[in-house]
DNA sequence: TTATTATGGACACTACAGGTCCGCAATAAT
DNA sequence: ATTATTGCGGACCTGTAGTGTCCATAATAA
């Protein structure tokens, strides 16, 4: 239950176009040695924001990477789900097992026939319910961090810092 | 980014032996048919629950496995932490790379030396810092549910169901 | 036209989840 | 005490996903 490094190398990547002294492009060169990654595999990761529409790239001279939209439209959410793809963080590899049907039983007062959860619909996994529920919960945390918020969040502690000075 | 079937085992396995209903032992071979798992398999995720003591374990005849604490005491993060380990679900792998100087040096109207952050302790990524709060968001949540509280929220779904007909 | 830069396919390596098998140890019933 | 039963744990196997490299090709600006 990790993130993996891809994520990891997108999000500072992000970041750094992020700045906003730069001039349009970052070339790969300039991103994989301030990240301290192989030029080939972050190209990857690039191409997949690219795919993506987080990022513009230019092919040529003075080519490189910008960011396709505000810093400030791009959650750690999107970025994350780019990355590491949309399945759901946690599936019930159990449905329709004898588990489901004991717990359905249970208080209905032994009636003759368990059709209910089937015409009930569904007849989702408790445990997944929960899961869902603090995915979501992930997710709208995630939501709420852009690249702005953070590059704000290292302006303000910067500028703190150099003021108690 | 997902969590293993490991976890989902255990968790269904949990819920089973919280079953109010159950007779003290249950042993690996009800688990596994509950469940549509092997024993073997099984049994490896047992053994890991046991040695955290989220259950006991007696060999022999009639023997098998009980919950080692009450329902409302095993938390969902509990379990997770047992099989998934206890390992942050982000790291960043660049401390002390180009990056974090450059982050440092936004804003901080271009000092001579930088050792000011090394002072300041720690250097710490600021995309760290936000996958670390979402972290902390999703253990809450997790600590919030227990296999008590899952099986509380099937009953009253029952006999809603059953008083609805 | 040419140098530069991104793109994408093919391939290799590694780690780990998922799973099996088997011999050993502990226990309760007889 | 013996024996059948049950859990324990180590060794082993397999497939796949993450990580990473290399190279040929396409696109672009100077």
Redesign the interface.
């Known amino acids: 239950?990790?993130?993996?490094?891809s994520?990891?190398?997108a999000?500072?990547a992000l970041?750094?176009l992020g700045?906003p002294?730069r001039c349009n492009n970052v070339g790969i060169k300039e991103l994989s040695?301030?990240?301290?990654v192989s030029e080939s595999y972050l190209s990857k990761i690039m191409s997949k924001l690219r795919q993506d529409g987080i990022v513009r790239a230019v092919p040529g001279v003075n080519g490189g990477y910008e960011l396709a939209r505000l810093a400030e439209q791009i959650t750690?959410l999107d970025v994350?789900q780019v990355i590491?793809?949309r399945?759901?963080?946690?599936?019930?590899?159990?449905t329709k097992?004898?588990?489901h049907r004991?717990?359905?039983?249970?208080?209905?007062?032994r009636?003759e026939r368990d059709q209910?959860q089937e015409r009930?619909g569904k007849s989702e996994c408790?445990?997944e319910?929960?899961?869902e529920?603090?995915e979501q919960?992930?997710h709208q945390?995630?939501r709420e961090?852009t690249i702005q918020s953070?590059l704000d969040?290292?302006?303000k502690r910067?500028?703190h810092?150099?003021s108690k000075?």
């Open positions: 239950m990790q993130f993996s490094k994520t990891d190398y999000l500072h970041v750094h700045h002294e040695s301030t990240l301290g750690f994350i590491e793809g399945q759901k963080m946690f599936e019930c590899s159990n097992s004898q588990q004991l717990l359905a039983e249970e208080g209905s007062a009636r209910d009930s408790m445990i319910k929960v899961m529920g603090a919960h992930l945390y995630l961090h953070l969040e290292a302006f910067c500028n810092g150099a000075k």
